[in-house]
Each structure stands twice: as structure tokens, then as C-alpha cells.
T-cell receptor, first 115, second 112 residues
């Protein structure tokens, strides 16, 4: 099973600040995803990323959010000017394609707290 | 459009008794279906998946699920609950893997 790590495990920030959440797959993967889970609510899809481009995004993923693979390995989610309602658990997921193209492996998550 | 309904937000069972967590799905395509488990302060762990092969799927930790197309259901079962099964369980439907649609989750409590 592919391994995915996420850093930091917990991020506390002031409202209006920018945060960058990182996802580090242990091996090479093609498809990347970000999801968020507001406390007590269900996991929601944010964005999928394939071949260095956004392939799909939800209505949650507005101009405040951006994703990139700055060095071909790490996959980052940037949130500009954070709001209180951005407080949530953010999960990165990967999909290696091939025979298990429709299986996603999730990282442990980053808990973002906006004060 | 894809969606998932988890019929119970909370299920409580005694240790050693069977577990049933219900899930109904809606999908325009032949769906892939998954069950994930989330223990407190942990990430999402895949329990099992259905991808158009055998309709009865066996997963980790003694869990299994049966895909019933006529009922659009994918209920999760386990013959005998263990204390370590206490967690949040998510049913997920996927359309060709690009996006996962999560249910609202079922919190399982196991009573000693």
C-alpha cells in the first residue's frame, strides 16, 4: 500500500494569514487529491491534480485555494488569507493509476486551526 | 450524479455481537464503492472496496460488505464486534477514481 505523509500534523494560524499544507507521497504517483473534513461533518472533495494540472475542483475550491507540485515530489495546498471557517482536517490522497486506478490512499491529515 | 447515504449516524453494539453499518448509493455509472475507517485523531484507512468483481467483498479486520445493485446498497458487516472496532466509518462511492463522494459517516460504539 502506498504511503503518504502530511506535514505539519497540526497548524495553528491567525485569521488572514496564509498557510501551506504539504503532502509527500513515498513513491511516484500520478493523481493527487485534497479533501477537507470540518469537525463533525463529512469529508468533502476539494481538488484533484493530474499531470501537473488541476483536473477537477469542487465549489469549495475558490480563489482562496491553490495547489502545486513545486519540486515534482511534494504536493501542496495553499490557503491565502485564512478564515475561521477554514478550520478543518485536510487530507491528501494519492492514486497510482494502473490496476488500482480507482483506489485512493489517504494521508494522516493536517489539522488546521484558524484563530 | 454520485452520492452516498449512510442510514445511521450512530450505531451501538455489544462486544462479540454482529455489526451492521448501512450504506445506500446513487450513481450514474457502474460505481466503485469503498468503506473507510477513521479512528480518533487518525487518518482514513481503507477497509475494503468493490470494483465490479465479486459482489461479496472481504476486507481487513474481519469486515465484509455485499454489493447489491437491485437495492443500491453496500452494507458493511462483521460477525463479532471487538472493542478496537470503535471508530467512525465512511462509505464512499467513486466514478472512475477521480473524485470520491463520502457519506456523512457512522460512529460505531462497542460496549464491553
Amino acid at each position: 500500500e502506498p504511503e503518504v505523509t502530511q506535514t505539519p500534523s497540526h497548524q495553528v494560524t491567525q485569521m488572514g494569514q496564509e498557510v501551506i499544507l504539504r503532502c509527500v507521497p513515498i513513491s511516484n504517483h500520478l493523481y493527487f487529491y485534497w479533501y477537507r473534513q470540518i469537525l463533525g461533518q463529512k469529508v468533502e472533495f476539494l481538488v484533484s491534480f493530474y499531470n501537473n494540472e488541476i483536473s477537477e475542483k469542487s465549489e469549495i475550491f475558490d480563489d482562496q485555494f491553490s495547489v502545486e507540485r513545486p519540486d515534482g515530489s511534494n504536493f501542496t495546498l495553499k490557503i491565502r488569507s485564512t478564515k475561521l471557517e477554514d478550520s478543518a482536517m485536510y487530507f491528501c490522497a494519492i492514486n497510482s493509476g494502473g490496476a488500482s486506478y480507482n483506489e485512493q490512499f489517504f494521508g494522516p491529515g493536517t489539522r488546521l486551526t484558524v484563530l | 450524479a454520485q452520492s452516498v447515504t449512510q442510514l445511521d449516524s450512530h450505531v451501538s453494539v455489544s462486544e462479540g455481537t454482529p455489526v451492521l453499518l448501512r450504506c445506500n448509493y446513487s450513481s450514474s455509472y457502474s460505481p466503485s464503492l469503498f468503506w473507510y475507517v477513521q479512528h480518533p485523531n487518525k487518518g482514513l484507512q481503507l477497509l475494503l472496496k468493490y470494483t465490479s468483481a465479486a459482489t461479496l467483498v472481504k476486507g481487513i479486520n474481519g469486515f465484509e460488505a455485499e454489493f447489491k445493485k437491485s437495492e443500491t446498497s453496500f452494507h458493511l458487516t462483521k460477525p463479532s464486534a471487538h472493542m478496537s472496532d470503535a471508530a467512525e466509518y465512511f462509505c464512499v462511492v467513486s466514478d472512475y477514481g477521480n473524485q470520491f463522494y463520502f457519506g456523512t459517516g457512522t460512529s460505531l460504539t462497542v460496549i464491553p
